[in-house]
């Protein structure tokens, strides 16, 4: 349960981008492209604050990710990047003044009683397990096989 916060901070910090990414496009109002205008066109969008900030914000997500995947099993901490999509509904109906109906409310309960019973089914930190050779062969494992 130690990793936890890290697993949250990426959850959030990639809600966050989301939001940040949704707030640029809004202020760069519709997309519309042509061969001639295309790379203008994604320079415009990449540099714009909000853009660049989701981005960045993405990198840092992703980084905390790779912390966490580096603990814990994948099976275990992926599933909570599911909690993204919960946060940035609630999120985007404060303050984009989406709709959050009840179906969306109904799929946010489901993603959350899936999340509590994968956080119930336990850790299994990568630290715990025993080290293992260049083929992935752990010292234990070697001298069973013999």
């Known amino acids: 349960m130690k990793y936890i916060p890290f697993i ?13 990414l949704k707030q640029g496009m809004l202020t760069l109002g519709p997309i519309s492209m042509t061969a001639e205008t295309a790379i203008v066109r994604l320079f415009q969008i ?13 990198v840092i997500s992703m980084a905390s990710h790779l912390y966490v995947l580096s603990k ?4 275990f901490a992926y599933p909570f990047l599911s909690l993204a999509y919960v946060a940035v509904a ?26 509590l019973l ?9 630290a715990d397990d025993k080290p293992a050779d260049a083929a992935g062969v752990s010292a234990a494992e070697f001298g069973s096989k013999s």
């Open 118 to 126: 994968i956080a119930q089914s336990g850790i299994s930190s990568h």
């Open 46 to 58: 990449v540099f714009n604050p909000w853009v660049f900030a989701g981005l960045a914000t993405f």
């Open 72 to 75: 814990v099993e994948l099976s």
């Open 90 to 115: 609630v999120f985007a109906y404060f303050v984009f003044r989406e709709d959050l109906n009840a179906w969306r409310i109904a799929g946010i309960a489901l993603i959350c009683a899936g999340t």
């Open 8 to 20: 949250l901070f990426t959850v959030l910090t990639n809600a966050a981008a989301q939001l940040m």
